[in-house]
Structure formats: structure tokens, C-alpha cells
């Protein structure tokens, strides 16, 4: 069965710390592709980064990062240096063979200032 | 370049009435799809449409159907709305064909109140 796991419901910190968000999916396709988007408050939900299963090289996008391990069928987010402005609910999905995406439950961040 | 556009934002209606929510994709997108987003019980796939055909659906009852143009615009529509349905649905869009292209991009959501 495909699924999408986010343990983390709710993280809180205060301003400037880094914050990483898990991510573990289960698939059996080989070829699959793997997303993260961030729900600010207003609820549009907004595209941050997609990863196919064959690229397991980690990706820098100013203060994101994303680590993926086939390993450990994980793909974790982390901020660095957050800001106030990261506050949002942030989904992992894993998309199928069949173009579904399948959602994971979202972690709610909480910046503090 | 617009974004997906979701009219109206806010919808109020009452129990056994029926909702139409509209949707515009990108420009040069094919796909629409649907999802609803209920207070604690995240994001549930609806339906997929795709150069105007029903690709897939998720795990709703037939009250909730759809439809998409020639131009690519949507409706999905509920029908005997039900106190549960209350909820934000969201609409993406992307461009067709092969899974390396299926980016979806989000509108800002119809919430939907009943």
C-alpha cells in the first residue's frame, strides 16, 4: 500500500533555530516522485520541491533543504535560521503511478518570535 | 501568469441544497483536480480530470461529480449537501501527459460552509 507518514502534528521554535520535518513514505513502484508544499494560513496550498526516486542527491534552496534516503524511505525539510514568516502546515506526498498524489497529515510549524 | 483561480471563495449553504465551485487552471494546463480538505482529516483526492475525460476518483459518493471544458475550466458540484461536507476544496492544475511534467499547483480553496 502507498502512504505517507508525518509523526510530527505540531513543532514549535522560536525564531532563527533550525527545524526539520520527517517525512517516511511506503511505495512498491519503482518509479515514483515525491513532494513537499506549505499551507500558510490563508490556505493556498504552495509547491516547494519534487524529487523522483532515481535523483537521491540532496537539494539547497536558500534556507530549505531536502533530504532524501531510499535507504530509509525518507524525505526529510529542514529550515534553517526560520523565520516568522515559515509558519505554516507543510505536507510530504508521494505521487503514483497513477498521477494520485497521496498525502501525508502535515505537520503544523509554529515560529515564535 | 495567473494561477489557479477558485471562484467563489466562500460558499454558505444548507443541508439538501446544492454547491458548484469553479476552477481555472494555468494557462496550458490540461489537468484539473480536486481535493477536499475537511477540519481534521487533511487532504482527500476527489476527482482528476483530464483534457475534458474523468481520469480518476477518489472514495466519495456520487453526489459529488464534475465535469471540465474545452477551455480546461472545472466545476465540481455536490449535491443533498450533507453537514460533513463542510470543508475547504482545493483545485490544482497541471500540465498533462507523462508524470515528469505533474507538478500540481494550487488555487486559494472554495470554503465551503453547510
Known sequence: ?113 | EAGVTQSPTHLIKTRGQQATLRCSPISGHTSVYWYQQALGLGLQFLLWYDEGEERNRGNFPPRFSGRQFPNYCSELNVTALALEDSALYLCASSGGGTLAKNIQYFGAGTRLSV
Open chain 1, 1 to 113: 500500500a502507498q502512504k505517507v507518514t508525518q509523526a510530527q502534528t505540531e513543532i514549535s521554535v522560536v525564531e532563527k533555530e533550525d527545524v526539520t520535518l520527517d517525512c517516511v513514505y511506503e511505495t512498491r513502484d519503482t518509479t515514483y516522485y515525491l513532494f513537499w508544499y506549505k499551507q500558510p494560513p490563508s490556505g493556498e496550498l504552495v509547491f516547494l520541491i519534487r524529487r523522483n526516486s532515481f535523483d537521491e542527491q540532496n537539494e539547497i534552496s536558500g534556507r530549505y533543504s531536502w533530504n532524501f534516503q531510499k535507504s530509509t524511505s525518507s524525505f526529510n525539510f529542514t529550515i534553517t535560521a526560520s523565520q516568522v514568516v515559515d509558519s505554516a502546515v507543510y505536507f510530504c506526498a508521494l505521487m503514483d503511478s497513477n498521477y494520485q498524489l497521496i498525502w501525508g497529515a502535515g505537520t503544523k510549524l509554529i515560529i515564535k518570535p
